[in-house]
C-alpha cells in the first residue's frame, strides 16, 4: 500500500487552520484592496485554472509496485502559457501546488515575462528512490501530464529536488511521445540538450541581484555584512557563494538535517564540495564552528536572512523573535501574512519570494527563447539580461512600496496583480 502522508494544516495565533493557498490568497486580497480592484476580475483570479491529479505505478527495484500521487496545476494563462516547476518531496499536496501556481502567476507577472502560472509535484521522498525508480517516476508521470504540457503550452522546470536530469528525462518522454525533439517542453535542461548557460545559478544570482539594490536604496554597505541561509539546495548554496564574493560573511547555513554558525565566516565553495558528495552541512567543522537547528537558525542575528528551503519557516510564533534587517525569500513562501505584518512593524526589509527568486523563472524565460530561435547566449548576455531584468523589477516594486507607503510583498503583488488584472480585462470573459 502506498503510504499517503497529508501534510496538517497548521494554525494561526487565533488557532484558525489555514493553507498555503489560504496566505496566498491573502496576498492576494490585499492588494486587489489596495489597488481597487474589480471584484469580477478578482473572483476569476482566486481560482485555479485547472488542476490534474493523477497516479504514478512506479516499478521498484525489488519488484513491487509503488504508487504515488502527482499534480500539475495551471493557476492563470491570461498572460501566456503556463510556467512553473515541478517538486519531488514527502510534504507535497494540493493545496500546496495551487498556492505555488498563484505564486508563479505572480512571479511572471512582477517579471513582466508572457507567461501564466503552473506547479506541479509528486508525493515522494526522492531520497529513497534509487536513480532508476526516480527515471521511471519521472516518465510516467509526464507521460500521465502529457495532456496539459507543450512548448506553447505549459513548461515545466525544476524545483525542490528535481534538477537538470529530471528535465532530461521529462524532454525525452515528451519527445518520443510526439515524435520529434522538443527542447522547449521544459526549461533547466542540461546545456546538451537546449538547456542555457547561468540557469544553475539564476535563482541564487537574482536573489543577490535584489539584495544588492536593496542595499543601495538604504544606503548600506554590502562588504562585511553577514547572512544566515536556511536550506542549502540550489538556490541556497548559489546564494551563499555569490553574497560570499559580494563580500559578504556567510555566518550561518543549514539543510533539512540541521546547520551550522561559524562567527568568522563559513566557506562556501566547501560547503558546497561536501553536499556534491552526498554529505550534510552539518559535516563542515573548524575553529569556532558549532552545530544549530533549523529554527535557530533563524533567529540568528545577521544582517541578511535567507530562507531557501520551504513554506512557512516564518510565522507570527517566530518573526518577533528575528533578528535581520533584511529578508530574502529564496524560497517559495516562506514568510506567512501573520508574521509579514509582525515583521514590517519591526521595520525589516523583506525582499519577498515572487521578486527575490524570480531569477530562475526569468533564466527559464531565456531558455525556452534560445529554444525557439534555436541560437544560444553566452553566459555573460544571459547573467547581464538578468541582471537587468530584477533590477528594473526591484525598482518598480520599491517605487510602489514608497508612494504606497506598504511592504514590499504588497506592493510586488499590486503590480504582479494589476498587470494579470488588465490582461484578463483586455480579452475579457469568454463566451
Ligand atoms: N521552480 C522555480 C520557481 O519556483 C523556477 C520555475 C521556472 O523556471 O519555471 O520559480
Sequence with gaps: ???????????????????????????????????????????????????????????????????????????????GPAKGGIRYHPDVNLEEIKALAF???????????????????????????????????TRRYTSEISI??????????????????????????YSMSVGYSAPGVVTGKPLEIGGSYGRFEATGRGVVV?????????????????????????????????????????????????????????????LMAIKAKGGRVSDYDGKNVSVVTNAELLETPCDILVPAAMEEQITSQNASRLK?????????????????????????????DILANAGGVTVSYFEWVQDIQSYSWTEDEVNARLGELMRSAFHTVHQTAQQNNVHMRLAAHMVALKRVAQATEIRGIYP
Design 324 to 352: 535581520a534587517k533584511l529578508i530574502a525569500e529564496a524560497a517559495n513562501g516562506p514568510t506567512t501574512p501573520e508574521a509579514d505584518e509582525i515583521l514590517w512593524k519591526k521595520n525589516v526589509f523583506i525582499l519577498p
Design 210 to 270: 535584489t539584495v544588492e539594490e536593496a542595499f543601495k536604496q538604504n544606503g548600506w554597505k554590502l562588504p562585511g555584512a553577514t547572512a544566515a541561509i536556511q536550506g542549502f539546495g540550489n538556490a541556497g548554496s548559489v546564494a551563499a557563494k555569490l553574497l560570499s564574493l559580494a563580500g559578504v560573511k556567510v555566518i550561518a547555513v543549514s539543510d533539512s538535517k540541521g546547520g551550522v554558525i561559524c562567527p568568522q565566516g563559513l566557506d562556501a565553495e566547501r
Design 103 to 137: 505564486w508563479m502567476t505572480m512571479k511572471c507577472a512582477v517579471m513582466n515575462l508572457p507567461y501564466g502560472g503552473a506547479k506541479g509535484g509528486v508525493r515522494v521522498d526522492p531520497k529513497k528512490l534509487s536513480l532508476g525508480e526516480l527515471e521511471r517516476l
Design 148 to 173: 496539459l504540457i507543450g512548448p506553447d503550452r505549459d513548461i515545466p522546470a525544476p524545483d525542490m529536488y528535481t534538477n537538470a536530469q529530471t528535465m532530461a528525462w521529462i524532454m525525452d518522454t
Design 1 to 79: 500500500m502506498p503510504v499517503m502522508i497529508e501534510k496538517k494544516l497548521k494554525t494561526d495565533s487565533a488557532n484558525r487552520a489555514y493553507s498555503p493557498w489560504d496566505h496566498a490568497m491573502a496576498q492576494m486580497n490585499a492588494a486587489a484592496k489596495k489597488i481597487g480592484l474589480n471584484e469580477s476580475i478578482l473572483k476569476k483570479i482566486a481560482y485555479c485554472k485547472r488542476a490534474l491529479i493523477v497516479s504514478i505505478p512506479v516499478k521498484m527495484d525489488d519488484g513491487r509496485v509503488e504508487v504515488f500521487e502527482g499534480y500539475r496545476v495551471h493557476h492563470n494563462v491570461v498572460r
